[in-house]
């Protein structure tokens, strides 16, 4: 918008389910995903944005910092419910978790959980902004969010002895990873693929990179 001032971008957030459908029903002009498509879904024309990580987030000043995949499966589907369980501190575990049809939910539902159910006692919160925010505050808080998105406030976990770092997750060392996606229902044209064209150009990538993301070029790359 800086570089085009006739362009107005507007951005609603919902989740992954509802920017695939708001795709489908053509009440949006672009989609947005930060999971693969299902099968019930396929039909979009699909351009991939980047490549995220999901990050395991704790306070920062909660003294764990590598914590094994059982533990996380065993802390979300409730059947670890205190720290002293973990060994480092003592207190209730506050387990913070994404709404039903978040892209980062399935993704975290798919790559750690596995077969695993997340309970229902778990703070449920609608975007990987208020998770982060609750962790920040609760020491006894654990959650999970976009590696792109982990700042000072908290800190991500290693998970069985790996870091969500860069050069972790383009070396897919840290196997828990997820596309970013822009999807349309139709051939793009004028604005809108002047807006896709951008995102994916070296200017937009390097501007996703800054971010904390693997651009599309570095995995075209591998």
Not at 67 to 73: E, T, V
Not at 76 to 95: A, C, H, R, V
Not at 143 to 160: C, F, M, Q, T, W
Request: hydrophobic share 40%; with cysteine; glycine share 12%.
């Amino acid at each position: 918008m800086e570089e085009n001032p006739g362009i107005q971008i507007n951005v609603q957030g919902g989740g992954s389910t509802a920017g695939i459908q708001a795709t489908f029903n053509g009440t949006c002009q672009i989609g947005t995903s930060s999971r693969d498509l299902k099968v019930s879904e396929k039909g979009l024309k699909i351009y991939l944005l980047a490549v995220d990580g999901i990050a395991v987030i704790a306070h920062k000043d909660n003294p764990i910092d590598d914590i094994s995949l059982d533990q996380i499966k065993g802390i979300f589907s409730g059947t670890i419910k205190d720290w002293s369980e973990l060994g480092e501190m003592n207190g209730m575990i506050i387990p913070v978790t994404r709404e039903e049809g978040s892209g980062t939910r399935g993704a975290f539902e798919d790559m750690v959980m596995g077969d695993r159910v997340i309970s229902d006692a778990c703070l449920v919160q609608d975007s990987n902004g208020a998770v982060r925010e609750i962790i920040a505050t609760t020491l006894q808080g654990i959650g999970y969010i976009s590696v792109g998105l982990v700042d000072e406030r908290e800190k991500a976990l290693a998970i069985n002895g790996i870091e969500p770092t860069l050069a972790n997750l383009i070396t897919c060392k840290y196997r828990f990873t997820r596309p970013f996606l822009m999807l349309v229902n139709q051939e793009p044209t004028g604005n809108v693929k002047k807006f896709i064209d951008y995102a994916i150009s070296d200017k937009g990538q390097e501007i996703l990179k800054g971010e904390g993301l693997i651009s599309a070029a570095e995995i075209s790359d591998d």
